[in-house]
């Protein structure tokens, strides 16, 4: 068993920032690229932001400069720095990460139950 758990979404004024954790855990092998998405009211799932195990970041256009994801592999753990927060990042956001379990070969997707994240204007 694979769990993602997210922690420190909540209510925030435009303007002022909130930090997000998201930590794996269960019999994980390795893991490759995490990542967090968003998802609006009406509105598709998005990528916010993504790491992989090595090499470079990648950002949403509409968050660069204001976000920075991180990541702690001794800890498993994907943290995601949200600055100069506006009422349209308002969303829940969900962990994601690619992990392959102990005693299997398969890489597969995981995702976080998710944690919501409202920017009052």
């Known amino acids: 068993q694979v769990q993602l758990v997210e922690s420190g979404g909540g209510l925030v004024q435009a303007g002022g920032s909130l930090s997000l954790s998201c930590k794996a855990s269960?019999?994980?092998?390795?893991?490759?690229?995490m990542g967090w998405y968003r998802q609006a009211p009406g509105k598709q799932r998005e990528l916010v932001a993504a790491?992989?195990?090595?090499?470079?970041?990648n950002y949403a256009d509409s968050v660069k400069g204001r976000f920075t994801i991180s990541r702690d592999n001794a800890k498993n753990t994907v943290y995601l720095q949200m600055n100069s927060l506006k009422p349209e990042d308002t969303a829940a956001y969900y962990c994601?990460?690619?992990?392959?379990?102990?005693?299997?070969?398969?890489?597969?997707?995981?995702w976080g139950q998710g944690t919501q994240v409202t920017v009052s204007s």
């Open positions: 994601n990460a690619e992990i392959t379990r102990k005693w299997f070969t398969t890489t597969r997707q995981y």
């Open positions: 269960g019999s994980i092998a390795s893991i490759n690229a």
């Open positions: 790491i992989p195990s090595g090499g470079s970041t």
